[in-house]
């Protein structure tokens, strides 16, 4: 087999002596590079990745909801301060566990309060002959 292509002169050297291109050689560009995507993304890709859950927001959500109060109000407290460092998702469950452990207890103890003042009350009200 032969190759009909012309020889490819060595980089920088002209054979007529012009500074014109030589229109039989081939030309060496750098690789064009891809336009970036503007439209929408193809079916069952998303454009972007979504961040990440917080774990112990989610956590303490269920903990709140479980009744264990107070470490749903610190694990809370803890997610709210990891999630302003990671800018992970789940700032809002982290506040409705803090709101909800807080709100809890402090009913757990107004109850309390209510069931020894009512026992006190009872038993002042008796009189032994």
């Known amino acids: ?18 500074n014109a291109p030589q229109y039989g050689a081939p030309q060496y560009n750098a690789p064009q590079q891809q336009a970036p995507g503007y439209g929408a ?20 959500i269920a ?7 107070i470490i749903a109000a610190i694990l809370g407290f803890i997610a709210l301060n990891q999630i302003k460092k990671t800018g992970e998702q ?9 709101v909800l452990g807080i709100l809890s207890l402090i009913i757990i103890i107004i109850a309390v ?17």
């Open 41 to 60: 993304p193809a079916y069952g890709q998303s454009g972007q990745t979504n961040p990440k859950w917080n774990v112990l927001s989610i956590v303490s």
């Open 113 to 129: 309060i209510a069931f020894f003042a009512a026992l006190s009350a009872g038993v002042s009200t008796y009189e032994t002959y």
């Open 63 to 69: 903990g709140a909801v479980l009744g264990f109060n």
């Open 90 to 98: 789940g700032k809002v469950l982290a506040i409705i566990a803090i």
């Open 1 to 18: 087999m032969t190759d009909n292509t012309p020889p490819v002169p060595p980089a920088g050297s002209n054979p007529s002596g012009q």
